[in-house]
């Protein structure tokens, strides 16, 4: 801390802070040693302390069932999120296609601005985004095929490729009903400012697909945090009860950083049973 200009500074005397600890009465080693098997026992099963501590039945019985019923519903929302996700993916490899986009995008866009919609000028291969091919072994970037349509290449399908089809108009032309089936229809982004989206009924069943398997994952999210937190919960009510007729101590630690009697290094707590 060579630059710190000491004008600015403020001195903190902490030579008596320093390893100055605060104690209570502290129990013996073989009570702080059955004051944590309950703490212990259900933060790796929890309502297993409540057991051990015999709380009322019902506090074993809640965190043991919210323990069931997280893992049950994390296993079944991420298989059945697994599973759909399967199924939007078979059906974008068998409705969308990498040649339709390349060489439809053109003449898809003159349809939509010829038809009423000039402002809709985002189906283009060219535009903010790409697609991932590979070229004689390399990775390349879509847009080199402005320029040589014609190369043999091949799209690698990856996540961004599933998210980017049906998210971006860019790519809507790819959809192998576009040029026959394709619709405009409004998407309100926020109050007063609507959205030009071009869909057709292959990327809308897509879309939905895609929506359904995102809600199933959030919900597999959920049910891990709850899973988390129940943890945590019932490790801390078990030790909470273990040791509410009971002292706790604790020590504070200030240490100063050794280039500067200015700076604060850092502060630790640390607590016993």
């Not at 709380?55 to 323990?67: D, I, N, Q, R, Y």
């Not at 929302?77 to 995008?105: F, L, R």
């Not at 060219?126 to 040589?148: A, C, F, P, Q, W």
């Not at 009924?201 to 939905?208: S, V």
């Amino acid at each position: 801390m060579k630059n710190l200009d000491n004008r600015f500074a403020t001195k903190i005397e902490l030579t008596n802070l320093v390893h100055n600890s605060i104690f209570t009465d502290s129990l013996d080693i073989n009570s702080k040693t059955s004051s944590l098997k309950p703490m212990v026992a259900s933060l790796v099963i929890p309502g297993f302390g409540q057991y051990l501590n015999r709380s009322p039945w019902w506090k074993t019985v809640l965190f043991a069932g919210v323990e069931v019923a997280s893992i049950a519903g994390y296993i079944s929302w991420t298989n059945k999120g697994d599973n759909i996700t399967k199924e939007y993916e078979n059906w974008a490899d068998e409705h969308w296609d990498m040649n339709n986009w390349v060489n439809g995008s053109a003449v898809l866009l003159s349809d939509i601005q010829s038809s009423g919609y000039p402002e809709v000028n985002d189906v283009r291969i060219d535009g903010s985004h790409h697609i991932t091919i590979i070229v004689n072994g390399r990775y390349e970037s879509s847009k080199i095929l402005m320029g040589n349509p014609n190369i043999e290449y091949v799209e690698l399908r990856d996540w961004d490729f599933y998210e980017g089809i049906g998210k971006y108009d860019q790519f809507v032309a790819g959809w192998d009903d576009a040029r026959l089936n394709w619709e405009i229809i409004n998407k309100n982004i926020k109050e007063g400012e609507i959205e030009l989206i071009v869909m057709t009924p292959n990327k809308q069943h897509y879309l939905e697909l895609r929506n359904d398997s995102n809600v199933l994952y959030k919900n597999a999210k959920f049910a891990a945090s709850v899973l988390l937190f129940n943890h945590i919960f019932s490790a801390l009510d078990a030790l909470w009860n273990a040791n509410k007729n009971k002292e706790l101590s604790y020590n504070l630690d200030v240490s100063i950083g050794l280039e500067s009697i200015y700076i604060i290094k850092g502060i630790s707590v640390q607590w016993s049973l």
